[in-house]
């Protein structure tokens, strides 16, 4: 079967997503989209809220953080069983890493002079997820930062006055516990972490030995070279290709669901083995 319009990479209002579950299969299938996928940050939490008429084929997603020698990470998980002890373990394993470095944040912001931004913040966090950008519109509202970007340059971000580094699960780990739970795993958006092309690529060697399965090819950002680049470095590792707009908010009109369903005929789509 062919299908057309597909989407493997999402986020709600369970994680730092502006829509909730409805609204957002809702607008994906406006758009066309015919296989989709919601990736909340280190839950599944959205698939409790999943109708059963869904017009859309559902495949359980979740991008999960993790690290490989101390440098950040996002893992994709596709197809996943959500009642899977063992990933649900480690997914509340990332929640608690989040609730500490929010907690660390917020104490050092006051030790440097700055407010109490917990009440803010409980307010800007619309599930059990906290994330960065959460904490940077927290910052935006009271007034400390004067847009999301500075929250990060000036806050956040690694160079920033309260960096901090959760406590990822390594990326072994994570590909050995989503292969228990069914799942296929995906390097997510391989350009969009500032780390050297060479660095990259090592990752990505790293990521097929251990057992990853595919690499996302095509997404919001990408020019013809990063698409070149990114379609070598599967074949060079025997890597699947996957999609997916990483989709937020309303306001990413570059990043609309569907908008990247393509891939280079010469890469097998992760996808194709769901589809039986």
């Avoid at 084929?57 to 002890?85: R, W």
């Avoid at 990332?94 to 803010?120: C, F, H, M, V, Y």
Wanted: charged share 20%.
């Amino acid at each position: 079967m062919s299908y057309q319009m597909v989407d493997f990479h999402s986020h709600t209002r369970h994680s730092d997503g502006e829509l909730t579950v409805a609204e957002l299969l809702d607008f994906a299938q406006t758009k066309g989209v015919e296989i989709f996928s919601i990736t909340d940050h280190d839950s599944l939490a959205a698939y409790d809220d999943i109708p059963a008429a869904c017009p859309m084929k559902i495949i359980p997603g979740v991008e999960i953080s993790c690290q490989l020698d101390g440098k950040e990470l996002h893992l994709v998980a596709m197809a996943v069983d959500p009642a899977n002890t063992a990933l649900k373990a480690l997914l509340e394993q990332n929640q608690n890493a989040r609730n500490q470095r929010a907690q660390w944040i917020i104490a050092r912001l006051q030790k440097i002079g700055l407010p109490d931004i917990s009440e803010t913040l409980s307010k800007q966090v619309t599930g059990k997820v906290i994330c960065r950008t959460h904490l940077a519109k927290a910052l935006v509202e009271l007034g400390i930062a004067k847009d999301f970007q500075a929250a990060f340059k000036c806050y956040l971000g690694r160079s920033g006055k309260v960096w901090r580094r959760a406590d990822w699960p390594a990326m072994q780990m994570v590909i050995d516990t989503v292969h228990a739970a069914g799942g296929a795993v995906i390097l997510a958006h391989p350009t969009k972490y500032r780390y050297s092309s060479t660095k990259i690529s090592e990752i990505v060697q790293v990521f097929a030995e251990q057992g990853g399965d595919a690499l996302e090819v095509n997404y919001s950002g990408l020019n013809l070279n990063h698409k070149s680049w990114l379609k070598r470095l599967a074949k060079t590792h025997q890597l699947q290709a996957s999609v997916g707009s990483d989709f937020h908010h309303m306001k990413q009109t570059w990043a609309v669901p569907g908008r990247f369903s393509q891939i280079d005929p010469e890469l097998t789509p992760v996808w194709e083995q769901f589809m039986v």
